[in-house]
């Protein structure tokens, strides 16, 4: 199921994605480069994204007791194509 962010986490992202990683999360009109922020008006023909896109399509990673890959794929709700 959906998983919201804990209140004040949600900068801690933005600025650990964008300045620590060089990643910055699409809709971010702060933490984002200016070229990045221009690329993420229009990308994929989603138009301007309203908000911060905090959408993994998908995510794998070792089970902490198995050490087996799991992973998780889900369409951006924001996606053209999503139901």
């Known amino acids: 199921g959906?998983?919201?962010v804990p209140p004040g986490r949600t900068h801690q992202l933005r600025v650990h994605l964008a300045m620590g990683l060089g990643h910055p999360i699409v809709g971010d009109e702060?933490?984002?480069p200016?070229?990045?922020a221009d690329k993420s008006r229009n990308m994929r023909?989603?138009?301007?994204?309203n908000r911060l896109c905090l959408h993994a399509w998908?995510?794998?990673f070792n089970h902490p007791e198995t050490g087996s890959?799991?992973?998780f794929e889900s369409a951006a709700p924001f996606?053209?194509?999503?139901?």
């Open 2 to 4: 959906e998983q919201a």
């Open 30 to 32: 702060i933490y984002a």
């Open 34 to 36: 200016p070229a990045v």
């Open 45 to 49: 023909g989603i138009g301007r994204a």
């Open 58 to 60: 998908r995510l794998s």
């Open 69 to 71: 890959k799991v992973a």
């Open 79 to 83: 996606a053209p194509d999503a139901g």
